[in-house]
Every structure is written in C-alpha cells, then in structure tokens.
C-alpha cells in the first residue's frame, strides 16, 4: 500500500494563470474525491469520481475548475484563471466502494500572488 | 442542513492528562461517522469509522465512541506525538461519498 500520491507538494503562481494538480489514488480503489481546506477549516468537498465517471459535483466547483480521471486510474483537477480566493490545500482521497473509509493524500499546496 | 461541530477548538493537555474531544453533528440517517487526525502540512490521516449508536473503537491511547447525537474521541495519558488537529467527519445518504468535516480541535500534549 503506497498511499495516495499528490503532485506537486507546492504550487506557487499568478493570479490569472492556469494550474494543473494530479493525483494518483490506492491502485485498488475505485472511488477519488477532491478536497479543499483553508487555513483552520475542515476539508471541503470538491468532486467525486467512481472509476472514470465523475457523479457528484459541489456548487464549490466554478467553471474554472474541471476535473477528469482518464481510465480511472490518476486524476488531474485544472483551474483556469486563478484568482486569489483559489489560495488553498487541495487534497485527494480515495476509497473502495460502499461506507469506506477515504484515505488522503498529503494535498498540493496552492499559492497565488 | 447537515452539520458538524467540534470542540473545543483547541485544548493543551500536559503528557499523562486524559480528556475528550467531542463531535456533534446535526445529520438525518447517519451513514458513517469518521475520525482523523492531520499534522500540520499534511493531509488527514485515518483513525476510526464507526457506523452505529453504541459502537466504540480503539487503537492505542485513543478510543472513539458514538451516540446518535455526538461522538466523543477520549484520549488516555497522551504524549506530546499525539498533538494533533484532530477531525471528524460525517457521511450521509443520497449524496454518494461526500464526507462533511467539522473545523476540528487542535490539540497540544506538553511534557
């Protein structure tokens, strides 16, 4: 079990440009979510894939974000048009179907100047 | 709505003094409750679910209990590695796999 993967650790850009974040979920899992959490909040709810489909999405989740999980293995969420309000962590986690505990990675880190 | 709610916000206990963190969550058909804990930097680590009114689950000094009204996480003779933001989180019917976390307690153990 390597655990969930978060690439990068730290992102660091300016307000108006495009970032990519991916993350790699426990091979046998075939549930992925997406998180955010600011600075002395719980984790919010982003998105929900199970294998490739994406079912559920937050009303957090603006035009600017788009998420995808290409063959349901990793997953990639993109935001367009940074804006100094997208300044958070951005966790992912992944689970096994049913009741399952979601195990999370360790986040990327989002900083706009 | 759905919702959870922590406290204290943040308590310091010195190393061997025994206390409780409480989860109280305002939710209809309750499918999981979920405890985790997060370092700093990191992302949440997981330590309990528990699905029923009565259950009780333990992994060292810790032990997480749940009503059908609050859950309470009871932290015996801790040590300073066990300071933690620690996280509850709640599942419910009709949306999937959305958990909905409170702001969680910050907890500091002091030699």
């Known amino acids: 079990d390597t655990g969930v993967s978060q690439n990068p650790r730290h992102k660091i850009t300016k307000r108006g440009q495009n970032v990519t974040f991916r993350c790699d979920p426990i091979s046998e899992h075939n549930r992925l979510y997406w998180y955010r959490q600011t600075l002395g909040q719980g984790p919010e709810f982003l998105t929900y894939f199970q294998n490739e489909a994406q079912l559920e999405k937050s009303r957090l989740l603006s035009d600017r974000f788009s998420a995808e999980r290409p063959k349901g293995s990793f997953s990639t969420l993109e935001i367009q048009r940074t804006e100094q309000g997208d300044s958070a962590m951005y966790l992912c986690?992944?689970?096994?179907?049913?009741?399952?505990?979601?195990?999370f990675g360790d986040g990327t880190r989002l900083s706009i100047l | 709505e759905d919702q959870v709610t922590q406290s204290p916000e943040a308590l310091r206990l010195q190393e061997g003094e025994s206390s409780s963190l409480n989860c109280s969550y305002t939710?209809?058909?309750?499918?999981?409750l979920f405890w985790y804990r997060q370092d700093p930097g990191k992302g949440p680590e997981f330590l309990f679910t528990l699905y029923s009114a009565g259950e009780e689950k333990e992994k060292e000094r810790l032990k997480a209990t749940l009503t059908k009204k609050e859950s309470f996480l009871h932290i015996t003779a801790p040590k300073p590695e066990d300071s933690a933001t620690y996280l509850c989180a709640v599942l419910v019917p009709g949306t999937a796999s959305k958990l909905t976390f409170g702001t969680g307690t910050r907890l500091q153990v002091t030699l």
């Open positions: 939710v209809s058909g309750l499918r999981g």
């Open positions: 986690a992944s689970s096994l179907e049913g009741y399952q505990p979601q195990h």
